[in-house]
């Protein structure tokens, strides 16, 4: 068990990681997932508060087993390596806003930082406004954190509590075996299907499940997240992270170039994106600032929430809710662009993580 941990936790094994996600990604939109979408967990986290009737729009509803698998494999790695620690109570209801704003910031974006990844290693252009936006996001949390910005510290809590989140997705997972999808049905028991769109397609269940479990064992050892890598390397000049962000970009690129012909460069006729540069840009500017404060990535954070981290349950429930205020209200973007009420949602996300920023550095005395 050492010598696996040790290896993972190494620069080769982050690379290793990173190469892991990126084939697994577009071998899953080979197999069926959307385009450039192979493992997007901002969109599937959206599908999923779709399929359970938290929102209408019916192209985007479906109980993403990847989801599940990251979840419960990052659970059962850190149950056999030992790394399985309860905690949470730091500012639970700072991260569930945090949670709603990076969700509401990726919506009108349309993608989390592993798929702005997965769009470039596509071909898609649009997503270099993504990454731009990112950098920018991260980048402002760094100046936050040079401030001494600070949540509150987690404390130890009963094991039944860091197993709550866990087990609330092995119950979606039982939901979903219940009443699994059917060709020509758009509701099944208590679950909602696409039958077009993004949400309708969907690579074989069992096979995502499991590609999600082994991503979730992997990511667990790896610590690997997109957001960290950003933030080690402005804040320290750390490479490692992002190595293995790298590695992911390349594989995927690879797979799409050379192995699935799946490469198709240009900006135009992207699939499920938007060619409006500034809100690519923007949306991505307040995702990347929210997953800076929150202190992880939106993969990073379920992963955690798999190994008992309270804290970081909440902002994944916050990011459910965050989908569901989305496309209740007209915030999300589509291939037609971005939303009616979507930009001044992102401004308004900016200024409630500035605040929650300013509201928390060392230098502020007593916080509010």
Known sequence: MKSFRNVLATTPGIIAAGVVIGVAAVVLQHLGNPGNMGICIACFERDVAGGLGLHRAEIVQYLRPEIFGLCLGALLSSLFFREFRPRGGSSPIIRFALGMSAMIGALVFLGCPWRVILRLAGGDGNALFGVAGLIVGVGVGTLFFRKGFALGRSHGQSRMTGLMFPLFMAGLLVLSLIFPFAPGQARNGVLWYSLKGP??????????????????????????????????????????????????????????????????????????????????????????????????????????????????????????????????????????????????????????????????????????
């Open 199 to 368: 949400g309708a397609a969907h690579a074989p269940f069992l096979v995502s499940l499991v590609v999600g479990a082994v991503i979730g064992v992997i990511g667990q050892r790896s610590r690997f997240c997109t957001m960290g890598a950003f933030r080690d390397m402005i804040l320290f000049r750390h490479w490692h992270l992002f190595l293995g962000v790298l590695a992911m970009l390349v594989a995927a690129f690879l797979m799409n170039k050379g192995v699935l012909q799946q490469f198709h460069p240009g900006f135009a006729n992207q699939p499920v994106a938007h060619t409006d540069g500034l809100w690519n840009f923007g949306g991505m500017v307040v995702a990347g600032l929210a997953f800076a404060l929150a202190g992880g990535c939106p993969g990073r954070q379920l992963l955690m929430a798999g190994e008992g981290d309270a804290d970081a349950a909440v902002f994944v429930l916050g990011m459910l809710a965050g989908a569901a205020l989305s496309h209740n209200f007209g915030l999300a973007s589509s291939t037609a662009g971005v939303g009616a009420y979507g930009p001044i949602a992102v401004i308004s996300c900016f200024i409630l993580c500035l605040i929650i920023g300013f509201a928390h550095c060392a230098w502020r005395g007593d916080r509010v």
